[in-house]
């Protein structure tokens, strides 16, 4: 790379670009510091000016990355840990499809992949992401070209197909590590065979990049990931008390970090000071309602485009939305990581995650979940275009009810296509499940 290229990038991503988001951040902390008076909701996240400048700081690397790094894109999933080593910069197309849902850029985006023969039945982060591909339309400015793709099957296989067609139109290798379904623990089999594709994957971002794997840079971004994730864990058992200082809806924003900056000093200092607010609003009681008179647990991914109104929706019945499925999968299994033996644990981890896993384990979540965050109900988003989230919903709701005497709604939406989600309807069956949690 030309030292004229070299200079410009930190001209303009180290120097200005980040004292242009410092700023920016001031200004916000000042903006969330002023008494605020909202008759549903407790005083904002502090965090949240914090957040954005991480975010935006991200998405303002990846804009200069090309020809300054390497690039890969990689599933929610994948180990990435090696990558980071490498000195990568990481894209993730979940992640920039729930970006793209939270601005209502999705439904158009979606309708581009349509237009050149994607069914609507794709997941709509897929459809979201080949429909920005196609059209080079995002919400962020402009996306890096990828050098290379990292593909995980561990939470669908419809990102193996995806991944295929992102191949093809950029002409870069796409490293496959796929995972055996499990319905009991993994077994040494299945282990091996995991470790011995995340080796070859390792193998091939070596080759792209140019360089080989420091394997004690890797020990120590192994050593920060799970750091992270455990930091990420305790904000969310925070949720436990009464009231719930956080609420999902909180989570499902401050989680991106730990998706797509895993492995770095700065994702632990976040989580770090996150912990810390969020201690200090249990400590004195602030809710993240303000006056909470139920408590839910959510299954699935959150309705990105309609999120807002939902959590209005729940506020307004005094509903607070205390734990989710999804956020706590980011970090439960933080205690499988070890940095000294990164393959070994990272095959495990990444067997792990909960789509990888047997109804029942879902089901055994959701029960744990219910008792230990004292919730009174559950929500099962039925997500339209997330199949495997979505499989056996109708037998947990009757679960939960027969087992924990809990009630639970399920609520017909999509994550990222506000097209298949009605706020009528949605607004009844919640009005109805209310009642009925109210006895
Ligand atoms: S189908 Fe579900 S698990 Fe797969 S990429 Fe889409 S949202 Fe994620």
Sequence with gaps: ?????????????????????RIERLRSERKLARPRRHELFGPPLRSSARLKELISRHYLEGRHANGHRKVAWVTSGAPVEPLVALGYYLLYPENHGAVCGIRRMAEKLCGKAEAAGFSRDLCSYARTDLGSV??????????PRPDLLVCCTNI??????????LGEHFGV????????FLYREASDHA?????????????????????????????????????????????????????APLSAFDAFIHMAPIVEMRGKASTVDYYAALLAEVRDRTAHGVGALRAERKRLVWDNLPIWPRMRWLSEHLAAEGAALVASTYTQAWGELAPLIDPLDPLRTGA??????????????????????VTDYEADGVILH????????????????????????VPALLLEADHNDPRSFSEEQASTRLAAFMEMLRG
Excluded: F
């Excluded at 196609?134 to 996306?143: D, F, H, I, K, Q």
């Excluded at 120590?220 to 925070?238: A, D, F, H, P």
């Excluded at 495990?348 to 979940?369: A, Q, S």
């Design 1 to 21: 790379m030309s030292l004229g290229r070299t200079l410009r990038y930190h001209a303009e991503v180290t120097l200005l670009g980040r004292a242009v988001l």
């Design 134 to 143: 196609l059209s080079g339309e995002t919400p962020v400015g402009r996306l």
């Design 156 to 165: 669908c296989q419809t990102v193996l197909y995806w991944y295929r067609q």
């Design 173 to 180: 290798p796409v490293a496959v590590i796929d995972t055996p």
């Design 191 to 243: 282990l091996g065979y995991v470790e011995r594709q995340i080796e070859a994957s390792i193998a091939m971002a070596e080759r792209v990049a140019g360089q080989s794997l420091d394997w004690r840079k890797l020990a120590e971004v192994t050593r920060l990931s799970k750091l992270g994730c455990e930091l990420w864990m305790q904000v969310l058992e925070q949720g436990k008390h009464r009231p």
């Design 348 to 369: 495990r981890v990444h067997l792990h995650p909960i789509l990888n896993r047997g109804t029942r384990h879902k089901l055994e979540t959701l029960v744990r979940m």
């Design 382 to 405: 039925s997500d339209r275009s997330c199949k495997p989230y979505s499989l056996g919903q109708i037998d947990q709701r009757e679960r939960l009810g027969a087992e924990l005497g």
